[in-house]
């Protein structure tokens, strides 16, 4: 239906055209605006530059909007194609965040996880953490908790203090949403994720954030895939069941 509705609008661009084309030049023609003598071919001169220009207009308008549509039916094409795509790429952490940040408006709920084990951490902070991008999203992450979005994290040591500038940022007393963070002590290595909620239910997961003793940058991958969601889903609970609350974050609520 949509297509054939686009179809009957291209067509009449192109109908349109010619007849004001056809229209301007005998306008132009009987007006003379030149005042060529009549009996001179010189006046149909104007009348014919003025129509030619009206019909490249309206053709440069029309070949506009077919090409705005294709663009847009693309976009929707390569939406609904990820939809049933079990795994797509994301690209570099940096990116992936990225991606995040950019759908905040549209997100209800992040569950978010921060693991560096070992000699990781002086790599992600040089790759993620210490980018100003990420360095300004804990803003924009506590303005959107403030309007009602839910966020929960989970880190090891190293990530405690970007939680805290996270919290720091929200104003308690004008939030509708809420922003919880939990600590783990890691004695093994833990593979690092996000689950999104969308407030049209829609979820996905980005994994493989970790930057393990690779040459380059990880491929963060992403699904919409239901039960390789869940199954982030269920590690991200147990990982919350075990995880404690920030101690000292706890304090300085009480005494504030």
């Given at each position: 239906?949509?297509?054939?509705?686009?179809?009957?609008?291209?067509?009449?661009?192109?109908?349109?055209?010619?007849?004001?084309?056809l229209?301007?030049?005998?306008?132009a023609?009987?007006?003379?605006p030149l005042?060529f003598?009549?009996q001179s071919?010189l006046?149909?001169?104007p009348?014919?530059?003025?129509?030619?220009?009206?019909?490249?207009i309206t053709?440069?308008i029309?070949?506009?909007?077919?090409?705005?549509?294709?663009?847009?039916?693309?976009?929707?094409?390569y939406?609904t194609?990820?939809n049933?795509?079990h795994?797509?790429?994301i690209?570099?952490?940096k990116k992936a965040?990225?991606?995040?940040i950019?759908?905040?408006p549209?997100?209800?709920?992040?569950q978010?996880?921060?693991?560096?084990?070992?000699?990781?951490?002086?790599?992600?902070n040089?790759?993620?953490?210490d980018?100003?991008?990420?360095q300004?999203?804990?803003?924009?992450?506590?303005?959107?908790?403030?309007?009602?979005?839910?966020?929960k994290d989970?880190?090891?040591?190293?990530?405690?203090?970007?939680?805290?500038?996270?919290?720091?940022?929200i104003?308690?007393?004008?939030?509708?949403g809420?922003y919880?963070?939990?600590?783990?002590?890691?004695t093994?290595?833990?593979i690092?994720?996000?689950?999104?909620?969308?407030?049209?239910?829609?979820?996905e997961?980005?994994?493989?954030?970790?930057f393990?003793d690779?040459?380059?940058?990880?491929?963060?991958?992403?699904s919409?895939?239901?039960?390789?969601?869940?199954?982030?889903?269920?590690?991200?609970?147990g990982?919350?069941?075990?995880?404690?609350?920030?101690y000292?974050?706890?304090?300085?609520?009480?005494?504030?």
């Amino acid at each position: 239906m949509k297509k054939t509705m686009r179809r009957k609008s291209y067509l009449i661009y192109l109908i349109i055209g010619p007849t004001l084309s056809l229209v301007a030049f005998i306008l132009a023609y009987l007006i003379n605006p030149l005042q060529f003598n009549e009996q001179s071919s010189l006046a149909a001169i104007p009348a014919f530059l003025l129509s030619v220009i009206i019909l490249i207009i309206t053709q440069i308008i029309a070949t506009h909007k077919e090409v705005e549509k294709v663009t847009n039916d693309s976009y929707n094409l390569y939406e609904t194609v990820k939809n049933y795509i079990h795994i797509t790429k994301i690209g570099t952490p940096k990116k992936a965040w990225e991606y995040i940040i950019h759908r905040l408006p549209v997100i209800e709920y992040v569950q978010n996880t921060s693991f560096n084990f070992g000699d990781e951490s002086e790599q992600s902070n040089e790759r993620l953490y210490d980018a100003q991008a990420y360095q300004q999203s804990a803003m924009k992450i506590a303005r959107h908790i403030e309007q009602g979005l839910t966020w929960k994290d989970i880190g090891d040591t190293t990530s405690i203090d970007r939680f805290r500038k996270i919290e720091s940022c929200i104003k308690g007393n004008k939030s509708t949403g809420s922003y919880i963070f939990k600590s783990i002590s890691q004695t093994e290595p833990q593979i690092g994720f996000v689950l999104l909620t969308y407030k049209d239910g829609t979820t996905e997961v980005l994994f493989n954030w970790d930057f393990r003793d690779i040459p380059q940058d990880p491929v963060v991958l992403l699904s919409r895939d239901r039960e390789i969601f869940n199954m982030f889903a269920a590690q991200f609970k147990g990982l919350w069941r075990v995880a404690v609350q920030d101690y000292d974050s706890m304090a300085t609520k009480s005494t504030s």
